[in-house]
């Protein structure tokens, strides 16, 4: 599914937690995004 030369990029949240937030990938037939939309019982407060 992913090509040889695909790109697979991850935002990850600014905080103790490291939450990835968001991920991009292409590939073969376009590209492919994911958005966090919610988060529940984390170790530590949200942003800090």
Same mark, same amino acid.
């Given at each position: 599914? %992913?090509?040889?030369?695909?790109?697979?990029?991850?935002w990850?949240? !600014?905080?103790? !937690?490291?939450?990835?937030?968001?991920?991009?990938?292409?590939?073969?037939?376009?590209?492919?995004?994911?958005?966090?939309?919610?988060?529940? !019982?984390?170790?530590?407060?949200? %942003?800090?």
């Amino acid at each position: 599914m %992913f090509g040889s030369n695909g790109e697979i990029i991850v935002w990850v949240s !600014n905080d103790k !937690n490291k939450i990835p937030v968001k991920v991009k990938a292409d590939i073969i037939i376009g590209t492919v995004v994911v958005e966090l939309q919610e988060v529940k !019982n984390l170790c530590y407060p949200y %942003f800090q």
